[in-house]
């Protein structure tokens, strides 16, 4: 990970200090830094957290990241999207069945999923200022956040992020008929 904007001091130390860098993280792959062998092999993915103001036009109705770009911040992305299609077919199954969809079933499914969304993101966000962030910018060994220490120390306390991450803010069944 690189901080955002950094990208070009990274370069201006140099491909060979790059490549020291990443041999030094991957120590399995050291042995093929060579294949690294311009800037034009290392491509850079930079990593957003919004949202659509509106997720519904005639005809189309926006989901998963297309709705609201995630950070790969706890895992959690893949979870938001399957959790929205399956709130969509909720909502839309029975109106698409019987041919009275209107553009309110499509926002519908923004008014449900805009809260989880809107909640998942700011702990995203609070992750990466509070820890990713110290953790990027510091220059030598950097000690676990409190939640993390109290989590290594009262495991009972671990099922609160595993609950986060594996079931989240509004989980989601299907309801149509046929399930
Ligand atoms: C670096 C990184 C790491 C991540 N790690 C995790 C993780 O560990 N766990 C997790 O849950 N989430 C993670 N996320 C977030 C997660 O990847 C996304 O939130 C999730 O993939 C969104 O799913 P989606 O179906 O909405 O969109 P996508 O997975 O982006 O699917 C959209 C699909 O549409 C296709 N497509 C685009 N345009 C067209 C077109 N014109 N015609 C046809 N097809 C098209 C694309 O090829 C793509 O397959 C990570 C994100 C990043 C950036």
Redesign the pocket.
Known sequence: MIEKGAFEETKARGLDTFRADVAHLLPFAAGRMHEIASWDDVKL?T?KVDRLREWARPGLLC????AH????VG???????IQ?AVAAANILAAPLREQRLTLDDLRAVQRRRAFPTWATQTFQVIAQRRVILPTLRAKGPVSAPLAMRLANAFPLLRRIPGYAVGIGVRPEHVRTGEA
């Open positions: 993915l990593v989901i998963g990241d297309a770009a995630m950070s790969p895992g959690v992305g893949i979870n938001l999207a929205d």
